[in-house]
């Protein structure tokens, strides 16, 4: 059985940083494409950062130069730092897997994690 769980999230001021992490198991969790969605309060989930199975990250706009997604195989880990925080940024935060090429639509993932909240204040 796959599971993903994710750590990390907390409260910060903004122009703070966290680091998210997501431990797999299950199934050796690169499959095809893992990334990092969020999901604010009255808002539909939205794709934060992705990495293909060649190791390219690819980022939404908004958080362009200040996260980063990467993994440590041996560790079976995704992390997901994020520098330079925003209120905006505040959102329950998801890691994901899909046997499918990356893809910023979330039906195309398979496994879901149950959420880590990140909140930014002013």
């Known amino acids: 059985q796959v599971q993903l769980q994710e750590s990390g999230g907390d409260s910060v001021q903004s122009g703070g940083s966290l680091r998210l992490s997501c431990a797999a198991s299950g199934y050796g969790y690169r499959g095809n494409c893992m990334g990092w969605f969020r999901q604010a309060p009255g808002k539909v989930r939205e794709g934060v950062a992705l990495l293909t199975k060649d190791g390219s990250a690819l980022y939404a706009d908004s958080v362009k130069g200040r996260f980063t997604i990467s993994q440590d195989n041996a560790k079976n880990t995704l992390t997901l730092q994020m520098n330079s925080l925003k209120p905006e940024d505040t959102a329950m935060y998801y890691c994901?897997?899909?046997?499918?090429?990356?893809?910023?639509?979330?039906?195309?993932?398979?496994?879901w994690g149950q959420g880590t909240q990140v909140t930014v204040s002013s």
């Open positions: 994901a897997a899909s046997y499918r090429l990356c893809s910023w639509f979330t039906d195309q993932f398979a496994h």
